[in-house]
């Protein structure tokens, strides 16, 4: 397919799936800072600001306004769910021959009803809910309503990447606030992983055992080991080879090293030195990101993780 087709459907899949995601992110941070007032606003929010790319201008305080501004509201802000959701917009409108009707529906009332700073007067949970569902409305519309072909394969590979990068994102963050009794419980509602966690683990709920959860568990859909595996299976479906032996694909190689590094790991080492592993993990997304650009999308230029924007 055209190269300018399939990079739109690549990042239709990633900008959905980040709006989505930095809600799940900023909700966590907001609910750790409710359920525990022992944690310091200021550094909660200056790391989180930092594991998200979008560190505050000097001299600028990091309390929850302005996180709430920068990574939900701003429509200029890099990182925020709007520019996101201008982002997958813009997308979907350079690919209209192949989104089909009820997806290019979806995708354009979300943008209406959150641009002009609509969003900013939701009350925050509110805001969360919406675009939470919004976006499980258009992914449900996309994979319902389009051909699962070469395109369809592309929408599912920018969303499988950028959901494993931004689960290690609110991974890290966790991670960094780990001292909280709450900060793995709000990571799992979160991921919207409570429910399937309770009932994996019967609700015993350990710091090893959510982090084993949310990065190792094979049937959980956002789960590290089971988004990588995703897009492993996209990149393979595209790039059909009668190669006998090795991966020839770069994307696929990276992908393919990280999940076996996370599912190979001891298991008593999952939360050894994990905010540096998670970051890790998100330079891998990066590097995968840039092969499927120069593989795939003639002229592009490759994406780089600048606070969020493409």
């Known amino acids: 397919m055209l190269s300018r087709i399939a990079e739109s459907l690549f990042w239709i899949g990633r900008y959905l799936e980040r709006a989505e995601d930095t809600c799940r992110i900023v909700e966590v941070h907001l609910q750790l800072l ?150 793995w419980n709000n990571v799992l509602r979160g991921c919207g992983a409570h429910h399937a966690f309770v009932r994996t683990y019967g609700g015993v709920t350990t710091d090893r055992d959510a982090a084993e959860f949310l990065l190792l568990d094979r049937l959980f859909p956002r789960s590290l080991v089971h988004t990588l595996t995703a897009a492993e299976q996209a990149l393979a479906e595209l790039g059909q080879t009668e190669r006998r032996a090795g991966i020839e694909d770069d994307a696929q190689r990276l992908l393919g090293t990280a999940r076996a590094a996370l599912e190979y790991r001891p298991p008593g080492e999952v939360l050894f030195d994990l905010p540096s592993r998670m970051a890790d993990l998100q330079w891998v997304c990066n590097q995968a990101s840039t092969a499927i650009s120069q593989r795939y999308f003639e002229g592009a230029t490759a994406a780089v993780w600048r606070g969020g924007e493409q």
């Open 34 to 183: 409710l359920d525990d007032p022992t944690v310091d606003q200021e550094a909660a929010g200056l790391s989180l600001l930092e594991v998200m790319g979008y560190p505050p201008p000097e001299g600028r305080t990091a309390d929850a306004q302005y996180v709430l501004t920068a990574l939900c509201y701003d429509d200029d802000a890099p990182a925020s769910v709007a520019t996101a959701l201008g982002g997958a917009r813009e997308s979907a409108r350079r690919a209209r021959e192949t989104v089909s009707t009820e997806m290019w529906e979806s995708i354009n009332t979300t943008w209406n009803a959150v641009r002009g700073g609509r969003l900013q007067r939701m009350r925050p949970a509110t805001a969360f809910k919406f675009i939470r569902e919004r976006c499980a409305v258009i992914s449900g519309t996309a994979d319902s309503t389009m051909s699962h072909d070469e395109g369809w394969h592309f929408l599912v590979l920018g969303r499988s990447i950028e959901r494993a990068d931004m689960t290690a994102r609110l991974i890290q963050s966790a991670s960094i606030t780990s001292g909280s009794q709450s900060a």
